[in-house]
């Protein structure tokens, strides 16, 4: 796929080094706007290195990294205001835990605007009530449970409205209820309010009933994209091997069976 307006994200030949390794190489992905993706791969595939270059904290060895058609900056000033149009959950929520909910969902608006209080307090009920927690916003993260914590941590990352989010393995940790109300609470903000997702993980059959793109990533490269039905009608053996969770196979399990940069 080439870039267009209807393009949110670009990566172009790009190289990703860690150390003196080269994780990934000659990525090239494009991310329809409004669409969600599913970045696919097993345990030390490179999911978290690809995830970096997106949000500017990795600068690629070689190649181009676009948000919305513009290169990921490297200025720290430049940087900032790319990450404001950029809504990300990381792994293990980051939820604050002396402050709380609401509390936590209203840190980017008091970071980041110079909004009135009583404004600050409509959005945080809005988005509290956009992930279902309206009735949550004096609690704290201890008295939250998994799931919930989750989606506040959720509420938090939707706070200055961003339009383009992404879930770094968002079900961490999760059981398969808590799991499947996150993976429809993506799917429907997604289309509710018309943004672009992308879901970094490798909990693939949780994922791909909502997603409508998936990329795999294996072995320092892209070895598949597509939609989750070509994905699981893929005959490719890395692509069934990592769909069937086998040990054995020629996704290499040390990834140590890595290029040097
Ligand atoms: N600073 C570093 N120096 C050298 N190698 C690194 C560094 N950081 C990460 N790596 C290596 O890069 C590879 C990819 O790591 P990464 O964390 O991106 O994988 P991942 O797919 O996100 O894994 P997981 O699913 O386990 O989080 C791994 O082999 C890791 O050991």
């Known amino acids: 796929m080439t870039q267009t307006a209807e393009t949110a994200v670009h990566l172009d030949a790009v190289r990703l080094v860690r150390g003196n390794r080269t994780v990934l190489d000659d990525i090239r992905l494009t991310v329809p706007t409004g669409s ?16 970096a ?28 205001a790319m990450r404001k ?27 980041h605007t110079d909004l009135p209080s009583d404004v600050i ?12 927690l309206r009735a949550a916003k004096d609690l704290y993260p201890r008295e939250l449970s998994g799931g919930m914590a ?35 609470l993506i799917a429907r903000l997604n289309k509710t309010l018309g943004l672009t997702s992308i879901i970094v993980t490798h909990h693939v059959h949780e994922t791909l009933p909502v997603c409508d793109h998936a990329v ?3 072995n320092g490269r892209i070895v598949f994209d597509g939609t989750p039905e070509e994905l699981e009608r893929s005959d490719d053996p890395l692509v069934k091997q990592f769909l069937g969770g086998e040990p054995d196979g020629p996704i290499a399990f040390d990834s140590s069976a890595r290029s040097a940069a």
Do not use: C, W
């Not at 989606?151 to 209820?177: C, K, N």
């Open 36 to 51: 969600v993706t599913a970045v696919l791969g097993p345990s030390g595939s490179g999911k978290s290195t690809l995830l």
């Open 53 to 80: 270059a997106l949000t500017g904290e990795l600068v690629p060895a070689t190649g181009d990294v676009r948000l919305f058609g513009e290169k990921v900056p490297q200025s720290s000033r430049e940087l900032l």
């Open 85 to 111: 149009r950029l809504g990300v959950l990381l792994q293990g929520n980051g939820l604050l835990t002396d402050l709380t909910a609401g509390e936590n969902v209203a840190l980017p608006l008091r970071t």
């Open 121 to 132: 307090d409509a959005l945080v009920e809005m988005k509290l009530h956009a992930v279902g």
């Open 150 to 184: 989750r989606r506040v941590a959720l509420a938090r990352a939707l706070a200055l409205d961003p339009p383009l989010m992404i879930y770094d393995e968002p079900l961490t940790g999760l059981d398969p209820i808590a799991s499947g109300v996150i993976m429809s």
């Open 216 to 218: 795999v990533i294996a």
